[in-house]
């Protein structure tokens, strides 16, 4: 698969102005195109103004927004898509302007470029059929704002080639997008089930059910979002909205169809009314019928396979920002009462029927379950994609057992020679989930703690002592337990995108996965010290200097290079190496004896004071406990076999995590600095 090398965007208007700042900033020439220059000006003032608000909450340097800039051609000129990679079209929603402009643009442009629609209210294979390359074209549907929101709805068509699918979702990972798969259906995926979510309110308002501040609050409650659907309205627009009900009441029926409330408020071209007092007697009235909506439809696509259970999940919380998606909301209220409240909404709406999902499910009587690890195999070679893209793929109780099975399973494959590791989304994986840790400390549990990271280990071992090649793709942050799965691999492939980071000393515990036993035994204990007490990250270039990454490659190139390495055979990863100059002033300052300064909070003799200062400050935000025992360990492995060693580490997990430390720095993860008291 050649690399995308620039990308076209058709219309300069909120949406595709967003579309092209978004593929600059992630480092992809792009061309903005519209039909009149004040409308191209208008679209790259949209983006100097965003960027530069970037500036001022310092998100960006100037000189990062210069950069950004340069890489976006604004024009009228539309040659100048002619060799694109991939032209978007983002103009209004106009059925006869889109097919128009993809009839020009399949004459304009060559014949590698794949033309895309970001329409939310077309079908995807209706421009398709108009043009001479229906294999060459895909939905690509973007939220708003796109420079901002991360989900991306990929919809092919029946007539979309695999090869299209595929590159459009390399596309889509390049410039920072979380891709959910979609079917070419009314509504696609999220607004399948938001739009019938905003339109219900109105219906209850319309019905008298409860008055808006009321409705407000409940969805807000029972959806644990930050604006009810009258206010999401106000902000994105009623006629949005309106527009959006017409079309899929057109598609499905009445009951997607916008209630004349809704058309009327559109019709006054004026917001919604959001103050007054909350009725808390009508709460569990409106949360009861939203749910019924939401969870209905939602089980409805899916019954559709217009998309999976856990893609709805993300697009719900990756492109709304929900804080579970609506099968998780299922699960937390239970199959009974989920069963209930959507009986209720078939009762009350002829033309919506019982979703076959709901059925069955109330008949097992359990919650769904969810599938983190996806498994493709092509050409001999088993992907494992980590998809839990939402929580940055955090290693939790479910994801560690799935990966532990899908191994086993592409393990035992006649046709498999190499299994490779990545992660969904822009992470590979970062770290454990964090929540699990705390909610077990809480609960006086630590025991679990101590047999999750038991089972972690078990699966790693099996991972690096395969007898077929494992391979990570590190192509994305990883941290912590994310650092120690690659490490785990007995090869690591890596983009420029790729890192490496133990930050568990900031947060009162240690690497309890193997990361400092196996980065140890590649780079040295001093080292290694270096990187855990600092929790300095590690670049897929400082990686592959260092011999721990074996190839460093372009996105693009990750296919061959997989190849080259099952062809090359085993790396011996923990071969005997040389350290490179420039890391040997980092070991020097951990040896053994100057470890000790260091946790006494004194610079170690020899040091110089400029890097022994800030070192020592970097040290000080860390837990004191937490970098002595990691010292302790990191030595006690030493001339240890690999089972022995991972007993070291297994054997001081409670005594960290009974810390009051360890409570503190993991409570306080990516909300404030802790406060460590070293007890």
């Known amino acids: 698969m050649s690399q995308i090398q620039k990308i076209g965007v058709i219309g300069a ?4 102005s967003g579309i092209a700042q978004k593929i600059a900033q992630e480092g992809i020439p792009v061309v903005m195109i519209d039909t009149q220059e004040e409308f191209v000006q208008r679209g790259l003032n949209t983006i100097q103004r965003l960027l530069q608000e970037g500036v001022e909450r310092k998100l960006f340097k100037p000189e990062k927004v210069a950069e950004i800039l340069s890489r976006i051609t604004a024009t009228t000129d539309f040659t100048a898509v002619q060799d694109a990679d991939l032209v978007i079209e983002a103009v209004f929603e106009d059925k006869a302007v889109k097919t128009g402009l993809f009839k020009k643009l399949d004459a304009i442009c060559s014949e590698k470029t794949i ?16 043009i001479s390359r229906p294999d060459r074209f895909v939905g690509l549907h973007y939220f708003f704002h796109p420079a901002k929101n991360r989900l991306l709805e990929v919809i092919p068509h029946d007539g979309t080639s695999p090869e299209t699918i595929e590159k459009s979702l390399l596309a889509a990972k ?10 070419d259906a009314p509504g696609f995926a999220v607004n399948r089930f938001f739009v ?48 959006a009900a017409t079309t899929l009441g057109n598609e ?7 209630c004349d409330k809704l058309k009327a408020q559109m019709d006054k071209k004026e917001n919604w009314n959001l103050d007054g007092p909350v009725d ?33 999940d993300r697009g719900a919380k990756i492109g709304l920002r929900w804080t579970l998606g609506p099968f998780e909301i299922m699960n937390r209220i239970g199959i009974d009462k989920t069963h209930a409240v959507v009986q209720a909404i078939s009762a009350k709406y002829p033309d919506f029927k019982m979703p076959e999902l709901l059925k069955k499910q109330k008949q097992v009587g359990k919650p769904f379950e969810f599938n983190f690890v996806d498994v493709t195999v092509k050409d001999g070679i088993a992907t494992l994609t980590l998809n839990r893209p939402e929580a940055m793929n955090a290693l939790n109780e479910q994801l560690v057992a799935q990966l532990g099975t899908r191994f086993a399973e592409a393990e035992a494959r006649a046709d498999v020679k190499a299994i490779v590791i990545q992660g969904a989304g822009k992470a590979f994986v970062a770290g454990a989930d964090i929540r699990y840790f705390v909610n077990k400390i809480k609960a006086d549990r630590i025991p679990d703690i101590v047999n999750f990271t038991r089972k972690g280990h078990e699966v790693f071992l099996k991972i690096e002592n395969s007898a077929k090649l494992t391979i990570a793709l590190l192509d994305g942050l990883s941290l912590g337990g994310g650092s120690e799965l690659a490490l785990a691999c007995q090869a690591i ?69 997989i190849q080259a390495l099952v062809s090359e055979g085993k790396p011996d990863k923990y071969r005997a190496r040389n350290l490179p100059d420039r890391f040997k002033p980092l070991a020097d300052m951990f040896t053994m004896n100057r470890v000790t300064s260091w946790l006494e909070g004194k610079i170690p003799e020899s040091v110089s004071a400029d890097s022994g200062a800030k070192t020592l400050k970097t040290i000080g935000f860390k837990a004191p406990l937490a970098l002595k025992i990691s010292a302790e360990i990191i030595d006690l492995q030493q001339g240890k076999s690999m089972t022995d060693a991972v007993e070291i580490e297994l054997g001081n997990l409670a005594r960290i995590f009974a810390t009051a430390d360890a409570l503190e720095g993991l409570s306080t993860a990516g909300r404030k600095r802790p406060e460590f008291k070293g007890v």
């Open 196 to 243: 019938p979510f905003l339109n219900e309110a109105a219906r209850m308002l319309e019905e008298g059910i409860a008055d808006i501040p009321t409705i407000e609050e409940a969805s807000k409650r029972a959806f644990k979002i930050g604006m009810g659907p009258f206010q999401l309205m106000n902000v994105t627009g009623i006629p949005i909205a309106n527009h």
């Open 280 to 312: 808390e007697s009508r709460i569990q009235a409106v949360s009861d019928r939203m749910y019924g909506v939401c969870l209905g439809v939602s089980a409805a696509l899916v019954d559709e396979g217009v998309a999976s259970i856990e893609d709805t």
């Open 13 to 16: 208007g909120n949406m595709g």
């Open 493 to 561: 492939v890596a983009t420029s995108a790729g890192s490496m980071a133990f930050p568990e000393t900031g947060i009162g515990i240690f690497p309890g996965l193997g990361g400092m036993l196996r980065l140890t035994r590649q780079v040295g204990p001093e080292l290694a010290k270096y990187y855990v007490f600092t929790g300095a990250p590690i670049s897929a270039r400082d990686a592959k200097d260092l011999g721990v990454v074996q190839k460093l490659v372009e996105p693009a190139d990750i296919p061959d290079a």
């Open 252 to 258: 499905l029926g009445p009951f997607y169809a916008p």
């Open 115 to 130: 033309l895309a629609t970001n329409t939310s209210s077309f079908y995807v294979r209706d421009f398709a059929g108009q």
């Open 174 to 183: 390049l410039h920072g997008k979380t891709a959910i798969l979609v079917k």
